[in-house]
């Protein structure tokens, strides 16, 4: 196991590359299931996140070579349909080859994701919608049994927008009878980079990125090419490291169509921002001011940015609340940031922030992705050094993260724990 030792309060330059998202990657390697030919996906990001998925795979007869972040993969001859607990406890997103299992094979045997450390996080709307579609569901022994000799179009209607149940039913419905709507769909970007990529391999999905989608089922998919989209959160993340440094820094690679609130709150936070063209900024810190945010499904303020901004925030020049409405345990980072000197206070699904003049640093950790991005925002603004522990999180969703701070002038050690 690793740890971060960074060296904090040092001005940043430079400019940063953003990677492929891992959001968007997870469930078009999923779908990759449905082909009947080998696929190409580029700007795959070389996460933990990804090799777990791609093991996955591997342990049911999947083929693939990944170098360079370019992915060649053949699904077309799986042997197995089982999806161990082993792999499933390590990422819950592997819930995303349920559904292209059951349609494709007629039968699934997928480990249920247990709870995770940052809410609970049933995935009893991914199963009700399969059922939907005619899917017979036991659970035995916390294992999803799922058996459809073909699944058959249905009218789906989600009590919450849900981004992997989304996904799940988009590829579930590819290769169903007729057609599938969803109602109260998830409209992530990443929901539409899926229906994207599926629909270059011939699937029949509209509307996605609205709350309608459709999915007209067809008999089969070839393979493709595909590049995943970039990263909102990454980029997002490097926005808050800009701000939170009093450092200018060049953000290149970014889906800024798709940052709307992001960029929103950040200028609200005195950042400045200078869009040079569709997916090239520059963030430079001007003035530290409080900003109150809301997370919300997309296109509101994403919770997978909560962390990040309540660590840059802990340094505003006054009061910001932040309320978590989507995960009900998102706010683990808060005691780790109170360690080094943020004066925050939780009151039921709101993190009062009160600004400080400094934050001082510590040995720290988190446990899960996000929250521990946030103690590496808070590391680099802080005086003295801080230790992140654990950062096998890290990992899990930010490439490279350390080799990108230290290119632009952050004192960040990786070392052994
Ligand atoms: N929910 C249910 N039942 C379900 C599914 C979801 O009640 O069957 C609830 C959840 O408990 C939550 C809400 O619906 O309160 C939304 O959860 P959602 O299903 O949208 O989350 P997810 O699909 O499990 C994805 C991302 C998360 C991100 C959330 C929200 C992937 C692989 N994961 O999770 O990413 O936080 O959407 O945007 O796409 C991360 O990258 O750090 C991360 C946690």
Redesign the pocket.
């Known amino acids: 196991m690793d740890k971060f030792s960074i060296e904090g309060s040092k001005t940043l330059h430079g400019s940063v590359d953003i990677s492929g998202s891992?959001?968007a990657a997870?469930?078009i390697i999923a779908a990759t299931i449905l082909c009947n030919k080998p696929c190409t996906i580029n700007n795959v990001p070389d996460l933990a996140d990804i090799v777990t998925m791609l093991k996955l795979l591997e342990n049911m007869g999947c083929q693939y070579s990944f170098s360079n972040n370019s992915l060649k993969i053949d699904c077309s001859k799986l042997q197995s349909t089982k999806a161990e607990y082993d792999l499933v406890r390590k990422m819950?997103?592997s819930i995303?080859v349920l559904g292209p299992l059951v349609t494709k094979y007629s039968q699934a045997i997928v480990s249920l994701p247990g709870g995770c450390a940052?809410?609970?996080?049933?995935?009893?709307?991914?199963?009700d919608a399969l059922k939907a579609m005619g899917a017979k569901i036991n659970i035995e022994q916390g294992y999803v049994h799922a058996n459809a000799k073909k699944l058959k179009g249905a009218e789906i209607y989600f009590?919450?927008?849900?981004?992997?149940?989304t996904e799940n039913i988009i590829m579930a419905a590819t290769l169903a009878d007729g057609k599938t709507t969803i109602y109260n769909a998830?409209k992530?970007p990443?929901v539409v980079d899926l229906a994207n990529f599926l629909n270059k391999c011939g699937a029949k999905i509209s509307g996605a990125g609205s709350s309608t989608i459709e999915i007209i089922g067809v008999d089969t998919l070839k393979g493709s090419e595909y590049e995943v989209m970039p990263d909102r959160?990454e980029a997002g993340t490097f926005m808050c490291i800009a701000h939170a440094t009093r450092s200018s820094i060049t953000i290149n690679n970014a889906p800024l169509y798709c940052m709307h609130s992001i960029i929103d709150k950040i200028q609200e936070a005195g950042a400045d921002i200078h869009i040079k063209n569709d997916n090239t900024v520059v963030v430079s810190h001007s003035k530290f001011l409080p900003v109150d945010i809301k997370t919300f499904?997309y296109p509101g303020f994403?919770?997978?940015m909560q962390a990040q901004f309540t660590a840059m925030l802990t340094l505003a020049q006054g009061t910001s609340i932040i309320e978590e409405t989507?995960?009900?345990n998102r706010f683990q980072h808060v005691a780790e940031l109170n360690r080094m000197g943020a004066n925050i206070t939780i009151s039921g699904n709101k993190a009062i922030v009160n600004g400080v003049k400094v934050l001082y640093g510590a040995p720290v950790m988190a446990t899960?992705?996000?929250a521990s991005a946030s103690l590496v925002i808070a590391a680099l603004a802080a005086e003295n050094t801080t230790e992140v522990l654990r950062i096998y999180h890290l990992d899990r969703?930010y490439e490279f993260l350390d080799k990108k701070l230290q290119k632009l002038g952050a004192k960040i050690k990786r070392l052994p724990q």
């Open positions: 891992k959001n997870l469930p819950r997103a995303l940052i809410g609970v996080r049933p995935v009893n709307l991914h199963i009590d919450t927008p849900t981004v992997t149940g998830a992530e990443e959160i499904v994403p919770t997978d989507i995960f009900e899960d992705l996000r969703g």
